[in-house]
């Protein structure tokens, strides 16, 4: 097995096993532990020392981890997001219909919304139950198809494949199971968290896509998966601080919850948790306020997020003079109001550091005629300046349900991060 379709399959592997953001962190704390970092809690004092590697969590969704060389300038940050967009399961879901039960469901961030349609879905997320007097949290994931979003016939409706504007509240209900019990999904989550329903309290519960991750292609140089952007992005850079041998710099991952609906909570990119946490380290390294600001201006950070390929039916979607290909590496991404946050000073650094490592990039910009989507890095940049490069690589089916990337690009990434990182 060469080392590109190696790493797309440990790339994969975390995916299958990482169905919500809480799962994402979960499964990263585990990797982390066991090489060495040793776990913070924000509510509890930050004793850190030089020459060891933390890391602490916000909300189960996001998590920030560092290693601290033993002397340092600044940080060297790279940052991505845990969540992609799917549906979120309202509370008491359940809605009789005809001798069916059909759960009552919201969109979570902007989604491509008929892939969803005859897929075999699940559910995983968190529950918070009740036992022994104390409210405690558990992951939740029922690992097999428990749901489907099915299509109405083409007989009843004719005019199907000539587009429709879908309703959300009616014609992407899940059907969940045949029965006329009211409570039916509410007993089932209780009985799957070993509960009772008055210990069930509450539930972070979103679908996901139960279609196995697949390399494929005459060379095996595409992939397709759920959750590709960002997990890619996400997974690649946990991995790669593991591996990096920081020297000069502190090496920084930031992981943030809730980028697909504007990052503005707790534990997204607009809050303070990244601001928090690096003003936390160097208090606890008895670093003086004056020396802070030096150290974050000596700072640099890469806002990793993925960008679209040329289509190969819609090239005419892509800038005519830019057209970033599946594989073909690292993508520099760039726009003139600010979406993204390189410039030339930042791109200019990234680009030496690519040149000199062997690291394939290439450009993205977005058609002039097409709005783009939004990212991390002009945002978390709003709560604690440094300066900054966005990046990803180039994926189609952005969000899908089932996307689709490059088995070479995975490995560009780790490279680049563990470089990167490596300062």
């Not at 060891?52 to 189960?60: I, Q, T």
């Not at 948790?273 to 160097?282: A, D, H, P």
């Not at 650094?349 to 991390?376: C, E, H, R, W």
């Amino acid at each position: 097995m060469n080392q590109n379709i190696k790493d797309t399959q440990n790339l994969l592997d975390f995916i299958s096993k990482s169905p919500s953001p809480f799962h994402v962190v979960a499964n990263m704390k585990k990797e982390l532990l066991a090489n060495g970092f040793i776990q913070l809690k924000e509510n509890e004092k930050f004793n850190i020392e030089k020459g060891k590697k933390y890391f602490v969590e916000r909300n189960s969704s996001s998590l920030i981890a560092f290693s601290i060389p033993q002397s340092f300038k600044g940080f060297s940050i790279v940052s991505a997001h845990t969540d992609s967009p799917t549906f979120k399961i309202k509370p008491n879901p359940e809605i009789l219909a005809n001798g069916y039960i059909k759960l009552n469901i919201e969109k979570y961030g902007g989604m491509l919304l008929s892939p969803w349609f005859d897929r075999p879905l699940s559910v995983a997320g968190r529950v918070f139950v009740l036992k022994d007097g104390e409210v405690k949290e558990q992951l939740f994931d029922i690992p097999k198809p428990l749901l489907s979003i099915v299509n109405l016939a083409i007989h009843q409706n004719r005019t199907a494949n000539d587009g429709i504007k879908y309703s959300v509240q009616k014609e992407l209900l899940p059907l969940f199971a045949q029965s006329s019990d009211k409570k039916a999904f509410s007993s089932f989550i209780a009985k799957q968290a070993n509960c009772t329903e008055d210990e069930l309290l509450d539930y972070d519960l979103f679908l996901y896509n139960r279609c196995e991750p697949v390399i494929w292609g005459l060379d095996d140089e595409f992939f397709s998966s759920p959750k590709i952007d960002d997990l890619q992005c996400s997974y690649s850079a946990f991995k790669s601080l593991i591996e990096a041998e920081p020297k000069e710099k502190i090496a920084m991952v930031s992981l943030f919850d809730n980028e697909e609906v504007g990052s503005g909570t707790r534990q997204g990119a607009l809050s303070d948790f990244l601001s928090t946490t690096i003003n936390r380290v160097m208090c606890s390294l008895n670093i003086s306020e004056e020396e802070r600001y030096s150290q974050i201006a000596s700072s640099f950070m890469v806002s990793a997020d993925n960008g679209h390929a040329v289509h190969p039916n819609y090239a005419d979607k892509s800038d005519v003079t830019n057209l970033p290909v599946i594989n073909g590496g690292i993508l520099l991404k760039y726009s003139a109001n600010q979406k993204y946050t390189t410039d030339a000073s930042t791109g200019a650094f990234l680009k030496a550091l690519m040149k000199k490592n062997d690291i394939p990039y290439q450009v993205f910009v977005n058609n002039s005629d097409q709005l783009g989507g939004s990212t991390l890095g002009n945002l978390s940049i709003q709560k604690i300046s440094i300066p900054t490069c966005d990046v990803g690589v180039a994926q189609l089916a952005m969000h899908s349900p089932y996307e689709c990337g490059g088995t070479k690009d995975t490995t560009a990434l780790l490279k680049l991060f563990t470089t990167f990182l490596s300062l």
